[in-house]
């Protein structure tokens, strides 16, 4: 967590921000469906993402949708 962070905001997560970021991704994650592996020849050739991977993105996108990218001019 401290990694996304640092990348998105150039500082350290305060606690409660660590905090509730990994709730999120920790319920997100148990709330998501399991994926089923694609069939051959079909899907990504990168192979299954688990559901930490996916609550993990869904997270970033969250996080960069903030008001710390808001651009006022």
């Known amino acids: 967590m401290d990694r996304v962070w640092r990348l998105l905001f ?15 991704v920790r319920d997100l994650g ?7 592996k694609p069939a ?7 192979g299954e993402v688990s559901n930490e991977e996916r609550a993990l993105a869904a ?8 008001n710390r990218f808001l651009y006022l001019d």
């Open 59 to 66: 997270l970033c996108q969250v996080l960069m949708g903030s």
């Open 40 to 46: 051959a020849g079909k899907g990504s050739a990168g």
């Open 30 to 36: 148990a709330s998501l469906p399991v994926q089923q």
């Open 10 to 24: 150039a500082r350290p997560p305060k606690p409660a921000d660590a905090e509730r970021s990994l709730k999120f």
